[in-house]
């Protein structure tokens, strides 16, 4: 029985006239188990890969593991429950990192200098990035120009708003930042935190006593987009 390819473009269901799928909320795993293409011999059978895709109120934790070899990070995990959610690998050759789920791709991130730019599979732009790091003082983190496609739950005029991590405070002549997470404990230049234009905060990252990364995201951001922030934080 042949697969569809794991990101696949639900364009191709409107084809169906004895089922309305897009009457479906396809974020919701159990709506996949009627989802047949019946005369090609196709099914779709990967109904946990669809997760990452959710954008939840409530908060999201990923413990984040990285890989050192030379001195130089190679491989970079996201971990729940001890499952790895996403992993990410650098191809020096092509100087990209290629970004996973298991075993399917899903997106690649190019970092170069201050900019940062996560293309879809296809070659298409994803998500913009910038990055600057002031002397002695904490880095700025932008991130903007959001596109997602059709069948990754897009927030409407997600691609028009800018994200900016939140400014520490100064005090005795050292940066401060609150988190809301109590597993961000231990001082680092990469932790940091966003903020909606509501001044609700969507996603944390920091540093563990243990000297493991914690990842917090919430709407409006899906997995996806949480992880390859945190990837940017990490690397650019």
């Known amino acids: 029985m042949e697969k569809l390819q794991y990101e696949l473009n639900f364009e191709i269901f409107k084809f169906f006239n004895n089922i309305i799928l897009f009457d479906l909320n396809l974020t919701e795993k159990k709506n996949y188990n009627i989802v047949k293409l019946i005369n090609n011999k ?30 130089l990070p190679y491989k970079i995990k996201a971990i729940q429950d001890n499952q790895v959610i996403f992993r990410a690998k650098i191809n020096i050759i092509e100087k990209v990192w290629n970004i996973y789920d298991d075993n399917y791709k899903l997106a690649y991130l190019r970092i170069k200098n ?21 002397l002695a003082s904490p880095m700025r983190i932008t991130f903007y120009n959001i596109n997602d496609k059709k069948y990754q739950n897009p927030v409407i005029d997600l691609n028009e708003k800018f994200y900016k991590n939140n400014r520490p405070i100064t005090q005795n002549k050292t940066f401060k930042l609150k988190f809301d997470h109590i597993n961000i404990n231990k001082a680092s230049i990469k932790n940091c935190s966003f903020k909606c234009i509501e001044n609700k905060k969507f996603l944390e990252h920091g540093k563990n ?28």
């Open 42 to 71: 196709i099914k779709i059978d990967r109904l946990d890969e669809f997760n990452w895709r959710l954008r939840t109120k409530e908060w999201n934790e990923l413990l984040i593991k990285k890989y050192v070899r030379f001195k």
């Open 114 to 134: 201050e900019n940062s730019i996560l293309y879809h599979k296809d070659g298409t732009i994803w998500c913009k990035f910038f990055v600057r790091h002031g």
């Open 209 to 236: 006593i243990t000297n493991n990364y914690y990842l917090y995201y919430r709407y409006p951001l899906h997995g996806l987009l949480a992880f390859a922030s945190c990837l940017v934080i990490h690397l650019a």
